[in-house]
């Protein structure tokens, strides 16, 4: 079997992008204690999730004053991204290997967390490169929700079986696990390779240059 299409997590997978999320819950934390009786402490949910449970519960208590606070809270969040996005660069590897899965007829796509005017101010030639690209805003649900590399491969045409997620993060594998894909995930981000491993993915690689060499040896693209 080749692979139709393979669908990348952006940031720590294609770009380096300097983006620190347990100071991003610190942030959130401090916001939220003026809206709850204290400041709340982060626990294991990511920022994004994390952010609408703390807001759903000020809800429970005033609407008006929950709702604020998300708003302010996803505020916190984009203006992060964007400073980080500042800072981040492209990995030599990317658009090369982009280009050459288009070139053997693989199609390519990334679904990412982050919005796009922080993903398109690291890759601003992003849609050259791709056929599908679903950003944080692109989306209503977003990965580890399979939904998301769903909807990407729906708009390419390409069913899951024939299809590969990469990330650098476990979310990733487990995304591309919950859609029926094959999964990959990378160490360019701040997981090492057992950190993947108890999800079982079907590929570990140093970096995404790496991963594509790996598949051309196993004759998959």
């Known amino acids: 079997m080749k692979l139709d299409a393979i669908i990348f997590d952006f940031d720590g997978t294609l770009a380096d992008v300097p983006l620190d999320f347990d100071f991003m819950k610190t942030k959130i934390a401090a916001l939220g204690e003026v809206f709850m009786d204290e400041r ?3 626990d294991g949910t ?3 999730e994390w952010l609408d449970k703390l807001s759903a519960r000020v809800m429970e ?3 008006a004053e929950g709702m604020e606070f998300l708003s302010r809270g ?3 969040i984009a203006a992060m991204e964007l400073d980080a996005a500042r800072d ?5 590897f990317t658009r090369p290997v982009l280009d050459d899965l288009r070139a053997r007829g693989v ?3 990334v679904i990412s967390r982050n919005i796009s005017a922080a993903i398109r101010k690291v ?3 992003i849609d050259e490169h791709l056929q599908v690209f679903l950003p944080r805003e692109s989306s209503d649900r977003l990965k580890p929700d399979p ?6 491969l729906d708009q390419i045409g390409v069913p899951p079986e024939r299809a590969l997620m990469v990330g650098d993060h476990p979310m990733d594998v487990e995304t591309g696990k919950r859609a029926g894909t094959l999964a990959a995930g990378v160490t360019t981000g701040r997981i090492e390779a057992e950190g993947f491993a108890h999800l079982d993915p079907d590929f570990v690689a140093t970096d995404v240059a790496a991963l594509m060499a790996e598949l051309r040896r196993s004759g998959l693209i």
């Open 40 to 42: 709340p402490v982060p």
């Open 46 to 48: 990511p920022a994004l």
């Open 61 to 63: 208590r005033d609407r």
């Open 74 to 76: 996803r505020l916190v």
């Open 88 to 92: 981040g660069c492209l990995y030599e």
């Open 107 to 109: 199609a390519t796509g």
């Open 123 to 125: 890759f601003p030639d």
């Open 147 to 152: 939904a998301h590399l769903l909807r990407a």
